[in-house]
């Protein structure tokens, strides 16, 4: 039973996106989805469920983290029916290509997190990567829209604050952004069987410095929701 969502069997869609944001849910869920039912607000981590362009889709607040994804995205896949998982959220660019406000899409995710350690017991260093049928999906979206995309490895970090971390190694490797959820929702999707894909927009910048501002990132990053709906269309 679940104790972090408070809905009822059917309520949830077999397609959720899933900012981190608990308001960017409700942004998306008021002005891209009609028939709007709100089936969750416990610990403020809102969820709704409506019609994009006549299918049904659900949007679900993840919060900050590793830790905080895989709860409620274990939940989904294995109480609510989830069959496929699209998170949307921010970045900090890592590449001089990447600039500020272009999409990435995480093929696959680096981590400094212990998780794969602890569930494999170090035997292995587990690659967590994206589901090919969204990536693919949304990789052609995104080129059809004429946004700046990119395909590749992103780190999910384990801390926010993390100067420890060498960076500019991980830079010289490839890595396109660094975020925090990605490789959590990924290790879920293999373990169960199910879809998952982390299309993040780069909301500031680790070389430049540049950034956008708290409001920018809820309500204004047009193209990652757009793209994410259009993607889990039948």
């Known amino acids: 039973m679940s104790v972090h969502i408070n809905a009822t069997k059917g309520q949830v869609a077999e397609s959720v996106l899933m900012p981190g944001d608990p308001l960017r849910a409700k942004f998306i869920a008021e002005h891209y ?38 709860i409620y995205a274990k939940e989904l896949y294995t ?10 959220g921010s970045a900090g660019g890592m590449q001089e290509n990447v600039k500020v406000r272009d999409i990435v899409l995480a093929q696959g ?39 700046g995309v990119h395909v590749g490895n992103v780190l999910s970090s ?15 490797y490839g890595m396109l952004c660094v975020e925090m959820e990605a490789a ?27 950034e956008t501002t708290a409001q920018e990132r809820e309500q204004t990053f047009n193209d990652m929701m757009e793209i994410a ?4 269309r039948a």
Do not use: C, W
């Open 33 to 70: 989805l009609t028939e709007v039912e709100q089936y969750n607000a416990v610990r403020n981590m809102f969820g709704y469920t409506g019609l994009y362009k006549g299918q049904r889709v659900s949007v679900q607040g993840s919060g900050m983290g590793i830790p905080s994804i895989m």
């Open 79 to 88: 109480e609510f029916g989830a069959e496929r998982i699209i998170r949307i």
């Open 109 to 147: 995710a680096t981590t400094d997190s212990s998780i794969f350690n602890n569930i494999f017991h170090n035997q292995v260093t587990f690659a967590p990567i994206a589901s090919f049928n969204l990536l693919d999906k949304a990789y052609h979206l995104a080129k059809d829209r004429g946004v």
């Open 158 to 172: 384990d801390r926010f604050y993390n100067a420890e971390l060498d960076k500019k190694k991980l830079m010289d």
């Open 184 to 210: 959590g929702l990924y290790a879920l999707a293999a373990q169960h069987k199910k879809e998952a894909l982390a299309i993040l927009t780069i909301s500031d910048h680790l070389l430049t410095g540049e």
């Open 229 to 232: 709906l259009e993607t889990v």
